[in-house]
């Protein structure tokens, strides 16, 4: 069986040969500087939950490089289609700290992106952004627009006939479409093992004749070369891909949730050695000069640029009441406009 | 006896009907180890082994299809859905299997299956987390849908959707499952599906509800006992099949009906009760029947969830005008 896709293992050696991109200094600079950017924002987001100033969250913390990988390889005009754990490639795409706050926090002006106006809110109900994937690339494919359409889910979402449903139809329409499974090992209490028997969760590609791989997603630069290759294929009307990106999830599922009860720290603990920001951090120290200096002004800035869209988050005052219809259609139908003035009062 | 709030009560009917039936098997996500995310059957798996408490891969549309499939065969499933909100797969095989396989089959198979769910908002969930859709299952011919309101209530309605030999949705209303506690008997007794309760009597106004919206409309009855207007207060319990008499026998005696539910307005089921009452009680009503319902609205995230739900505010003030009515 093949070895997964990876450049740089967890002690940051290169392995392989590193695609042209992974040469550039800054480029990589850039990945880890969006990943630690992303890892303060998790570390900020599960801190206000637990003051009571933020809703339920899913952290991120250790899966930085799927995300941050995936989104680096795509163009302004493809479209993300997230799950709800993937806010480093949220960040990357342009989705400010402040709308990923207020999505958080319960507020849908948080979905109201002014950056990436087509991609996705993040996608709740476990898988069901696969098929739309496939109507994004249909859309894509039909206009011409030479855009790809990107979806990111967990192991547990290729449980779903949504998964497969969308996949099989990606293969026979040729869409121009990238799945992304970020397999974390995890989906709640249920381990990656009762998930499938499918000894690769990309294996699932088989049966739809798309090819499937298997990657290291702690690995920034095997997520982005394989997500390049895909979009290219995507791109020259070949059709979709799966990728099945390895990591593991560091924390609790959300901050509603206690792993302790059922998984051990025995387990969890080795994986900290092989998250994603040390083993690039050692090769941006060995190959490109990355000093002390640049880890701390790095951090800094990040911790600064967080809390201030912290503030301007708890700062902004919740909707009026009448906000629950405004957009609930074009044009409100009167029957409706009359509870909303309900609303108001009450 | 001991005080247990609602989900203890939930989890003490499942050990019973697992202890009593061999038959009873539960599977559904993270219902194992993890003793689900409302911990509704923690202790369980350790208690009554994994062949009988399993956890699934994530997919509704297996755990209600399984449950169909296993019915059939003389297992008992008793299946959850994590929340509501994900339950929309499961309504293909709820609807087109489930509810109707005894019709098909002039009564050669059956399916004698529960699937239990958290609804409701109120508790600050993200989205998805929190809608209350029962009426979309109530529509659907063939299925019974039952809404316990209190601890006692939870533990008599689950063990008697666990022995129907039908179909039972058994929607939990999640905001009451840690609200309050009360003495609950582990007997194994079950209450009769199909009647609504009355929690309070009272001759001047009628208020139908159920799940966690009792606890609002309790609150306003107590207010309008305060004006020394006696409300008497009916949990539906069962919004399929629903006790018609029992809500026309209290509206004979009051004369006015204020239904109230946490659902939207528009083909709500306090539709079907007001349609009811103007069928068959025209004469003794005293003032039209009116709604308090959620808004026809997608439900809001939580910074704007409480402007959603009904509030005492606005069941009195309907309130008010029925009796000013008349
Ligand atoms: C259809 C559906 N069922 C159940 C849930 C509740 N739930 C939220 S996340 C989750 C597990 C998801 O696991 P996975 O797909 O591996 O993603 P991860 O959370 O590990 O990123 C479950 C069961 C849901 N959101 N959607
Ligand atoms: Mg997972």
Redesign the interface.
């Given at each position: 069986m093949a070895e997964p896709l990876v450049f740089l293992n967890a002690a940051g050696a290169c392995v392989r040969d590193l695609p042209d991109f992974a040469r550039d200094g800054q480029t990589l600079k850039a990945l880890y500087a969006a990943m630690v950017r992303t890892r303060r924002f998790d570390a900020k987001a599960v801190a206000l939950q637990r003051t009571g100033r933020l809703g339920t969250y899913a952290s991120s913390i250790g899966q930085e490089a799927i995300s941050v990988g995936v989104a680096s390889a795509m163009r302004a005009e493809d479209v993300f289609l997230p799950s709800f754990r993937e806010h480093g490639g949220q960040l990357w795409r342009g989705v400010t700290l402040e709308e990923l706050f207020l999505y958080w926090g319960g507020d849908e002006r948080g979905n109201d992106f002014g950056g990436p106006r087509q991609d996705f809110p993040v996608c709740i109900p476990v898988a069901s952004q696969y098929p739309h994937a496939a109507g994004v690339a249909l859309a894509m494919q039909q206009k011409g627009s030479g855009g790809v359409a990107v979806a990111i889910g967990g192991d547990g979402s290729t449980s779903k006939g949504d998964f497969y449903e969308a996949l099989n139809i990606v293969g026979i329409w040729q869409l121009p479409a990238v799945f992304v499974i970020n397999n974390n090992a995890w989906a709640i209490s249920v381990p990656r093992s009762q998930q499938s028997q499918a000894q690769k969760l990309s294996d699932k590609a088989i049966g739809t004749g798309l090819p499937g791989e298997q990657i290291d997603g702690n690995d920034v630069i095997a997520v982005r070369a394989a997500t390049e290759r895909a979009l290219e294929r995507a791109r020259a009307g070949e059709g979709g891909t799966l990728i099945e990106c390895l990591s593991y999830r560091l924390g609790d599922h959300t901050t509603a949730d206690d792993a302790s009860r059922y998984r051990d720290e025995e387990e969890v603990s080795p994986h900290w050695k092989e998250e994603p920001l040390i083993r690039l951090r050692a090769h941006l120290v060995e190959a490109h000069g990355w000093g002390k200096k640049d880890e701390e002004a790095l951090l800094r800035a990040c911790a600064e640029e967080v809390d201030a869209a912290a503030e301007t988050y708890l700062a902004t005052e919740p909707e009026p009441a009448r906000a629950m219809f405004d957009h609930l259609y074009a044009d409100l139908p009167p029957d409706i406009a009359a509870q909303a003035e309900e609303a108001r009062d009450d | 006896m001991t005080d247990l709030n609602m989900i203890e009560a939930i989890r003490m009917a499942l050990s019973r009907a697992l202890e009593e039936d061999p038959d009873v098997v539960l599977f559904g996500?993270?219902i194992?180890?993890?003793?689900g995310?409302f911990r509704a059957t923690d202790g369980l798996i350790q208690r009554y082994g994994s062949a009988r408490v399993r956890?699934t891969?994530?997919?509704?549309?297996?755990i209600a299809g399984m449950a169909v499939g296993a019915a059939t065969q003389g297992l008992k499933p008793v299946a959850e859905i994590q929340f509501m909100?994900?339950l929309?797969?499961a309504i293909d095989q709820l609807a087109n299997h489930a509810a109707r396989l005894r019709n098909r089959t002039r009564g050669r198979l059956s399916c004698p299956m529960v699937l239990r769910a958290p609804f409701g908002g109120g508790i600050?969930?993200?989205?998805?987390?929190s809608e209350s859709m029962e009426a979309m299952l109530a529509h659907i011919p063939g299925l019974r849908v039952v809404v316990p309101s209190t601890p006692a209530r939870a533990y008599g309605l689950l063990l008697a959707a666990i022995q129907d030999p039908d179909p039972v949705v058994f929607l939990e209303p999640k905001r009451l499952y840690r609200a309050t506690s009360e003495p609950v008997v582990d007997d194994g007794a079950a209450l009769p599906i199909g009647d609504a309760a009355r929690l309070r009597e009272g001759g001047d106004l009628t208020l139908v509800s159920w799940g966690a919206m009792l606890k609002e409309t309790h609150a306003a009855a107590e207010a309008l006992a305060g004006e020394g207007i006696e409300a008497e207060v009916i949990d539906l319990s069962s919004l399929k099949p629903i006790d018609r008499r029992t809500i026309r026998a209290s509206v004979e005696k009051t004369g006015r009906c204020l239904i109230v539910h946490e659902a939207p307005?528009t083909a709500g089921l306090g539709a079907e009760i007001a349609a009811d009452l103007a069928e068959h009680c025209l004469t003794s009503l005293l003032a039209p029947v009116r709604r308090v319902t959620g808004?026809?609205?997608?439900m809001?995230?939580?910074?704007?969830?409480d402007?959603?739900m009904p509030?005492v505010?606005?069941i009195l003030r309907a309130a008010h005008d029925m009796m000013e009515f008349a």
């Amino acid at each position: 069986m093949a070895e997964p896709l990876v450049f740089l293992n967890a002690a940051g050696a290169c392995v392989r040969d590193l695609p042209d991109f992974a040469r550039d200094g800054q480029t990589l600079k850039a990945l880890y500087a969006a990943m630690v950017r992303t890892r303060r924002f998790d570390a900020k987001a599960v801190a206000l939950q637990r003051t009571g100033r933020l809703g339920t969250y899913a952290s991120s913390i250790g899966q930085e490089a799927i995300s941050v990988g995936v989104a680096s390889a795509m163009r302004a005009e493809d479209v993300f289609l997230p799950s709800f754990r993937e806010h480093g490639g949220q960040l990357w795409r342009g989705v400010t700290l402040e709308e990923l706050f207020l999505y958080w926090g319960g507020d849908e002006r948080g979905n109201d992106f002014g950056g990436p106006r087509q991609d996705f809110p993040v996608c709740i109900p476990v898988a069901s952004q696969y098929p739309h994937a496939a109507g994004v690339a249909l859309a894509m494919q039909q206009k011409g627009s030479g855009g790809v359409a990107v979806a990111i889910g967990g192991d547990g979402s290729t449980s779903k006939g949504d998964f497969y449903e969308a996949l099989n139809i990606v293969g026979i329409w040729q869409l121009p479409a990238v799945f992304v499974i970020n397999n974390n090992a995890w989906a709640i209490s249920v381990p990656r093992s009762q998930q499938s028997q499918a000894q690769k969760l990309s294996d699932k590609a088989i049966g739809t004749g798309l090819p499937g791989e298997q990657i290291d997603g702690n690995d920034v630069i095997a997520v982005r070369a394989a997500t390049e290759r895909a979009l290219e294929r995507a791109r020259a009307g070949e059709g979709g891909t799966l990728i099945e990106c390895l990591s593991y999830r560091l924390g609790d599922h959300t901050t509603a949730d206690d792993a302790s009860r059922y998984r051990d720290e025995e387990e969890v603990s080795p994986h900290w050695k092989e998250e994603p920001l040390i083993r690039l951090r050692a090769h941006l120290v060995e190959a490109h000069g990355w000093g002390k200096k640049d880890e701390e002004a790095l951090l800094r800035a990040c911790a600064e640029e967080v809390d201030a869209a912290a503030e301007t988050y708890l700062a902004t005052e919740p909707e009026p009441a009448r906000a629950m219809f405004d957009h609930l259609y074009a044009d409100l139908p009167p029957d409706i406009a009359a509870q909303a003035e309900e609303a108001r009062d009450d | 006896m001991t005080d247990l709030n609602m989900i203890e009560a939930i989890r003490m009917a499942l050990s019973r009907a697992l202890e009593e039936d061999p038959d009873v098997v539960l599977f559904g996500e993270d219902i194992g180890i993890d003793g689900g995310v409302f911990r509704a059957t923690d202790g369980l798996i350790q208690r009554y082994g994994s062949a009988r408490v399993r956890d699934t891969p994530l997919s509704e549309t297996v755990i209600a299809g399984m449950a169909v499939g296993a019915a059939t065969q003389g297992l008992k499933p008793v299946a959850e859905i994590q929340f509501m909100g994900f339950l929309y797969s499961a309504i293909d095989q709820l609807a087109n299997h489930a509810a109707r396989l005894r019709n098909r089959t002039r009564g050669r198979l059956s399916c004698p299956m529960v699937l239990r769910a958290p609804f409701g908002g109120g508790i600050g969930a993200p989205e998805h987390h929190s809608e209350s859709m029962e009426a979309m299952l109530a529509h659907i011919p063939g299925l019974r849908v039952v809404v316990p309101s209190t601890p006692a209530r939870a533990y008599g309605l689950l063990l008697a959707a666990i022995q129907d030999p039908d179909p039972v949705v058994f929607l939990e209303p999640k905001r009451l499952y840690r609200a309050t506690s009360e003495p609950v008997v582990d007997d194994g007794a079950a209450l009769p599906i199909g009647d609504a309760a009355r929690l309070r009597e009272g001759g001047d106004l009628t208020l139908v509800s159920w799940g966690a919206m009792l606890k609002e409309t309790h609150a306003a009855a107590e207010a309008l006992a305060g004006e020394g207007i006696e409300a008497e207060v009916i949990d539906l319990s069962s919004l399929k099949p629903i006790d018609r008499r029992t809500i026309r026998a209290s509206v004979e005696k009051t004369g006015r009906c204020l239904i109230v539910h946490e659902a939207p307005l528009t083909a709500g089921l306090g539709a079907e009760i007001a349609a009811d009452l103007a069928e068959h009680c025209l004469t003794s009503l005293l003032a039209p029947v009116r709604r308090v319902t959620g808004y026809d609205t997608v439900m809001p995230y939580l910074r704007l969830e409480d402007r959603y739900m009904p509030s005492v505010g606005r069941i009195l003030r309907a309130a008010h005008d029925m009796m000013e009515f008349a």
